[in-house]
């Protein structure tokens, strides 16, 4: 029988795109792949001018609540909305 997945991280952190640190809420789902590299997925929700510039980014870093800093690509993104959704790159 398979384990029930853990339920995401969540809190207040900050996503650092063009050299800009921006205040987010962000919901991640790590995990520790075979090779020892951490992945993950999740969102975050913040200004939509944020959102839209981490998008065009691509690559962006996001820091979460205990200074874990992850680089992550966001994938995802509607225009106007306040939610992104990302992959840890």
């Known amino acids: 029988m398979a384990k029930p997945p853990k339920p995401p991280r969540t809190g207040a952190g900050a996503l650092t795109v063009a050299r800009e640190s921006c ?11 075979l090779n020892g590299r951490r ?3 999740g969102a975050v929700t913040g200004d939509p001018e944020t959102m ?3 998008f065009k980014a691509g690559r962006t870093r996001l820091t979460l ?3 874990v800093a992850l680089d992550v690509m966001v994938v995802a993104y509607t225009e106007g909305s ?3 959704y990302f992959q840890v790159a």
């Open 39 to 41: 992945g993950g997925k």
């Open 52 to 54: 839209r510039l981490a």
């Open 23 to 33: 205040p987010v809420e962000f919901a991640v789902h790590l995990v520790n792949e």
């Open 65 to 67: 609540d205990d200074g």
């Open 82 to 84: 306040e939610t992104a």
